[in-house]
C-alpha cells in the first residue's frame, strides 16, 4: 500500500508545476503527504502562504487528518492569511485504492485585489462583506498548534470546571493537534499541567465522545 501511495505522490509532483503556471502568480498549489505532518508539504509551486517544501500541515491539513477516511473534500472556500492575505482556497484529498486518506493537494488563489474591489462596490452599494477567518499556514507545526490554543484560551485552566476542560480536550483533538507528535507535551505546557493529566484529559474526552456521553 505505501509503494501505491508513494507512487500517487510521485505523479502529482509535476502536477502542481503545471496548475500553478496556468493560473499565474496569485495561484500556489501545494502537495501534501499527511503521513508526515509535521513535513507534509513534498511539493509547492507559487508563493501566496508562505509556505516552502518540507513544511508542516496547516490548521486545515490538521483537521483533515483529525476525520481521517471521513474527511471530504473542502471547495472554494475563502480564509485569511495571519499577513492579511484573503485567500480563496480547495483542498482535495488523496485516497489508496481502500479509500484511506493519506495526503491532498491544495490550491491557493491570492484574491486580495478582487476582494478590495468588491468592498469597494459592496460600500456604494450600501452593503457588507463577510469577514472571513483567519487561518494560520506555517511551516513549524509548533506555531501552528500554538496558534490553535491560543484560539481556545478564552478562559484559564484554573477557572474551568471539569467539563470546560474536557470540551477543550475534545475540541482540540477535533482539529487534529494530537496527530502532531509532542504535541501532548506541548498542550500540557502551555496550560501548566502535567503530561499525565493532559493524558487522561484526552482520553477521557475520547471516550466520552465515542459514548456520546456527557460529565
Not at 462596490?121 to 513549524?140: K, N, Q, W, Y
Not at 467539563?163 to 482540540?172: A, E, I, P
Request: charged share 25%.
Amino acid at each position: 500500500m505505501e509503494v501505491e501511495r508513494d507512487a500517487v505522490i510521485a505523479a502529482l509532483t509535476s502536477v502542481v508545476d503545471g496548475i500553478a503556471a496556468t493560473f499565474g502568480p496569485v495561484c500556489e498549489v501545494v502537495l501534501h503527504d499527511y503521513r508526515r505532518p509535521e513535513n507534509s508539504v513534498v511539493a509547492l509551486a507559487g508563493s501566496v502562504t508562505g509556505r516552502r517544501v518540507g513544511g508542516a500541515m496547516s490548521e486545515i491539513g490538521l483537521r483533515m487528518v483529525a476525520r481521517g477516511d471521513e474527511a471530504a473534500d473542502e471547495l472554494n472556500y475563502v480564509t485569511r492569511t495571519d499577513a492579511g492575505k484573503l485567500v480563496k482556497s480547495s483542498t482535495m484529498l488523496l485516497r489508496d485504492s481502500s479509500g484511506a486518506v493519506f495526503g491532498a493537494l491544495c490550491v491557493n488563489v491570492d484574491v486580495t485585489a478582487a476582494s478590495e474591489v468588491h468592498a469597494l462596490l459592496g460600500a456604494l452599494a450600501g452593503t457588507a462583506p463577510e469577514e472571513p477567518p483567519v487561518t494560520t499556514f506555517g511551516d513549524d507545526i509548533d506555531s501552528v498548534v500554538d496558534v490553535m490554543l491560543d484560539a481556545h484560551r478564552h478562559q484559564s485552566w484554573a477557572l474551568l470546571d471539569r467539563t470546560g476542560r474536557l470540551d477543550l480536550f475534545r475540541s482540540l483533538d477535533e482539529r487534529g493537534v494530537f496527530a502532531v507528535r509532542r504535541a501532548i507535551e506541548q498542550v500540557a505546557g502551555r496550560l501548566g499541567i502535567s503530561r499525565a493529566s493532559a493524558y487522561s484529559y484526552l482520553s477521557q474526552s475520547r471516550k466520552q465522545a465515542n459514548t456520546g456521553g456527557h460529565s
